[in-house]
């Protein structure tokens, strides 16, 4: 089963860039890719640009609205995401708990739609 790991950190309790403890973070990103290669489990990964670059959209009456930024106002920003392929929730929380931000952010554990299943 597939599950989305989506990366939520609250900007100002994260490392800033350049520091050592920055460093430290972006090795345990790594550790945890490599980790999800080694196992054969990723699918997909990527950090996302900062939530000043988002434009969120609606289309209410045939008519699309647009607007700058997130549409949900949080301390968290959604930072990044990983797909992963395991058998089971127990499997998906053990790879989203090797996110080094989980120490100081959220890790939200979702499984995905499967419109085709095997039959």
Not at 46 to 69: F, P, W
Not at 78 to 90: A, E, F, M, N, R
């Amino acid at each position: 089963m597939k599950y989305m790991l989506l990366i939520y950190n609250n900007p100002a309790q994260e490392p800033s860039y350049g520091t050592p403890e920055f460093d430290a973070m972006m090795s345990g990103f790594f550790a945890a890719n490599e980790k999800m290669k080694a196992d054969g489990v990723l699918c997909d990964g990527e950090g996302l640009q900062g939530i000043e670059t988002a434009t969120s959209l609606r289309v209410k009456s045939g008519k699309v609205e647009t607007m700058d930024g997130p549409f949900a106002e949080t301390r968290e920003h959604l930072g990044g995401y990983y797909v992963i392929d395991v058998p089971d929730l127990d499997a998906a929380l053990k790879y989203a708990a090797l996110i080094p931000s989980a120490k100081f952010g959220t890790i939200e554990v979702r499984p995905l739609m499967d419109y085709n299943p095997a039959g």
